[in-house]
């Protein structure tokens, strides 16, 4: 079955770095658009960004662009959120999420928290 599992999230300071992933299984990775999504505290979940099934294509949010960059590995099958210079608002649980026959898959979420 289709599994997601989100990694890489933590307590930071603002203005710091971190790099999360996803690793899958339970499909052909390569084969599909992948994205992020993101839930704040007392927030619905918001949408971060996607990438193409080759990589090649992005798509993000206006509220993060410039800090926020999705890339993958489709020989690991793993997809990553790169986020730079971050923000106390950032604090959130990040998901990563893909669709497959007409199914939406999430992983469990990984917690950031930005604060000094």
């Known amino acids: 079955q289709v599994q997601l599992a989100e990694s890489g999230g933590g307590l930071v300071q603002p203005g710091g770095s971190l790099r999360l992933s996803c690793e899958t299984s339970g499909f052909t990775f390569r084969d599909y658009p992948m994205s992020w999504f993101r839930r704040a505290p007392g927030k619905e979940r918001d949408y971060l960004g996607a990438?193409?099934?080759?990589?090649?294509?992005?798509n993000y949010a206006d509220s993060v662009k410039g800090r926020f960059t999705i890339s993958r590995d489709n020989v690991k099958n793993t997809l990553y959120l790169q986020i730079n210079a971050l923000k106390p608002e950032d604090t959130a649980v990040y998901y990563c999420?893909?669709?497959?026959?007409?199914?939406?898959?999430w992983g469990q979420g990984t917690q950031v928290t930005v604060s000094s």
């Open positions: 999420t893909v669709e497959v026959d007409n199914t939406r898959f």
């Open positions: 990438i193409a099934s080759n990589g090649v294509g992005t």
